[in-house]
């Protein structure tokens, strides 16, 4: 019967931040591979790890944790989400933290990462690099201690907590935006497939575009990033070195944890104001992203059958 029964009932926030900070702060072999998931620079030795830091007038950081990388010092500010939405601007917080700790000379280089279920970074638009629970979870299965699959258990209790209750919020003018969005697309762009938006939480802030002749490839017009992004997954590094070699000046190479995209700048647009305002900028990106996806049909023969 014992087999049966969780051995809690419910994993909040906070108890996932101090299996972070225990893994972070004891097993260099957990924070080689931690770095190494989010394509980050190598690591060379740990300095540290600490949790709920407030820097600068700017907010709190779920942890912090320093490492070396050669003879450089390296920051990673770590927000962990299981259930609860982003604050307004947490995201851009984070950044302007990550600024401040360069500005002050603390360290050499930053980043600031996510954390969380696959559900929850799925489905939202700010942290470009994330580590799923999921994934950390199949990390201390494989390691096979009791004390590991234990520590994994208790993450797959919190990934069931979102998935029993997420539910996501509509936000009104995003919504609005995201529809005047699709309709624009269809009109002027109908051989990109979009999916008709339902509900669109605040938070949502990148269009998916696809094109059904170009598998594992996904665009994304990132708004208020300004970026049209054509990111490939999946890919092997043979891909990746050709499409270096070829790219295009007006488009630049940008590399991710686990994937990487082809992306061109083409002006910020606010989701949360009046579509019609900014209606050049959709159109600059829209273009801009037909022009992504015509230079990779193009080249289909030198980048071979993956595409």
């Known amino acids: ?90 995201f851009n917080r984070y950044l302007k933290r990550v600024d401040e700790y360069l500005a002050h000379e603390e360290c050499d280089n930053a980043f600031a990462v996510l954390v969380a279920p696959n559900f929850y970074c799925e489905n939202q638009s700010d942290f470009e690099n994330y580590l799923t629970y999921e994934t950390i979870a199949e990390r201390f299965e494989f390691m096979g201690s009791k004390r590991n699959i234990f520590k994994s258990n208790l993450l ?83 891909v990746e070195f050709k499409i270096k070699e070829i790219l295009p000046d007006w488009a630049k190479f940008e590399k991710h944890s686990k994937s990487f995209s082809i992306r061109v700048y083409s002006g910020k647009i606010d989701r949360t104001k009046d579509f019609n305002e900014q209606l050049q900028n959709v159109n600059i990106g829209l273009k801009n992203l037909e022009r992504i996806r015509n230079w990779i049909i193009e080249n289909k023969n030198i980048l071979g059958e993956w595409l």
Request: some cysteine.
């Open 156 to 238: 797959q209790i919190a990934i069931e907590k979102l998935r029993r209750g997420y539910q996501p919020i509509n936000s009104i003018p995003v919504q609005n935006f995201w529809q005047s969005y699709y309709k624009f697309k269809e009109e002027k762009y109908p051989s990109l497939i979009m999916k008709k938006p339902d509900i669109v939480p605040h938070n949502s802030d990148w269009p998916m575009l696809y094109d059904d002749t170009l598998k594992n490839i996904v665009f994304y017009h990132k708004l208020a990033q300004g970026n049209i992004d054509a990111t490939f997954k999946e890919v092997s590094e043979e």
């Open 1 to 90: 019967m014992e087999q049966f029964i969780l051995p809690v009932e419910s994993i909040q926030e906070r108890d996932v931040d101090l299996i972070l900070l225990e893994e972070l702060s004891t097993d260099n072999s957990f924070c080689e591979w931690f770095i190494r998931e989010l394509g980050l620079p190598n690591l060379t030795s740990v300095n540290g790890s600490w949790r709920s830091i407030s820097a600068f007038g700017l907010g709190e950081t779920d942890i912090l944790f320093s490492y070396n990388s050669n003879n450089k010092k390296i920051y990673v500010l770590i927000e962990n989400k299981l259930d609860a939405s982003f604050q307004n601007e947490q």
